[in-house]
T-cell receptor, first 112, second 117 residues
């Protein structure tokens, strides 16, 4: 079956630090990969996505590259801000049933 | 585009009563809607998938008689928690996906916080 493993948090960084949140996956077929962000008390917002190998998704300074050879989709940002504090979820979607499979989420706290 | 709303955003009810949560796609037709439950500091747990005009498909371990899902139109799905108990207190999130062109992505609502006293 499908599964997503992402690094456990919490992750605490100082403002302007470099961020990496690791995400690896197991899937049948060729999944699409997503990063979602959840701010406190809110639903999920799509942060970025990639639909095929070697695609790079990017948004708001965040980037992730779909690496088929390592089955990974690590999230990176060069300089985090306090406003980036949130929970980040890695997820995959396959064409077989269109259900999202989520990782457990990583809480990021950015201190000023 | 692709906005999903939920109503109410939070609700408090007494044990034994029923609560209905609405999920609406505001600017697209949602052929499929998903209902998730999220416990504090945990990931989302898929409860059920509903397609417009047909019965919902529930995930293993989810009581279909307790969590009634109706997807009567292409823009509205409802989740009714029947005879609610304190253990049903949770954050419920819906998502919607549309026809071809939206790429089968899921667009999430802002969530509904249910507290059962």
């Amino acid at each position: 079956g499908n599964s997503v493993t992402q690094m456990e948090g919490p992750v605490t960084l100082s403002e302007e630090a470099f961020l990496t949140i690791n995400c690896t996956y197991t899937a049948t077929g060729y999944p699409s990969l997503f990063w979602y962000v959840q701010y406190p008390g809110e639903g999920l917002q799509l942060l970025l996505k990639a639909t095929k190998a070697d695609d790079k998704g990017s948004n708001k300074g965040f980037e992730a590259t779909y690496r088929k050879e390592t089955t990974s989709f690590h999230l990176e940002k060069g300089s985090v801000q306090v406003s980036d504090s949130a929970v980040y979820f890695c997820a995959l979607l396959t064409g077989s049933n269109y259900k999202l499979t989520f990782g457990k989420g990583t809480l990021l706290t950015v201190n000023p | 585009g692709a906005v999903v709303s939920q109503h109410p955003s939070w609700v408090i009810c007494k044990s034994g009563t029923s609560v209905k949560i609405e999920c609406r796609s505001l600017d697209f037709q949602a052929t499929t809607m998903f209902w998730y439950r999220q416990f504090p500091k945990q990931s989302l747990m898929l409860m059920a998938t509903s397609n417009e005009g047909s019965k919902a498909t529930y995930e293993q371990g989810v009581e279909k008689d307790k969590f009634l899902i109706n997807h009567a139109s292409l823009t509205l799905s409802t989740l009714t928690v029947t005879s609610a108990h304190p253990e049903d207190s949770s954050f419920y999130i819906c998502s919607a996906s549309g026809r071809e062109g939206l790429g089968y992505e899921q667009y999430f609502g802002p969530g509904t916080r249910l507290t059962v006293t």
